[in-house]
């Protein structure tokens, strides 16, 4: 939740797909994250389901209003358990609009 909340702030005009990502990475890092098996944390969301650019640390699309972008933080909490969680966002003049009700913060835990 706090992970969605860094990109959320982080994606704004102006502002890079590499930006998003390392506002989110850098708090599933300090939550004790052990990595991100997918490789990215977030797309691009129009003609197709999945298409880009991507959040990852390498992406320097930079962020303009109209643009619609998924969040995806996710990480590898133990060996063998990963959570990954997804916002859809318009970003705007003034920075991103959920397009997707908000995900409560406590997650269940599904064994």
Known sequence: YAATEAGLTAAKPGATMADVWRAMWSVLEAGGALGNDVGRMGHGLGIQLTEGPSVTPADLTVLQPGMVVT??????????????????LLITESGAELLSRRAAAEIPVID
Request: charged fraction near 20%; glycine fraction near 12%.
């Open 71 to 88: 969040l995806e933080p996710g990480m590898t909490f133990a060996p063998g358990k990963q959570m990954v969680h997804e916002e859809n």
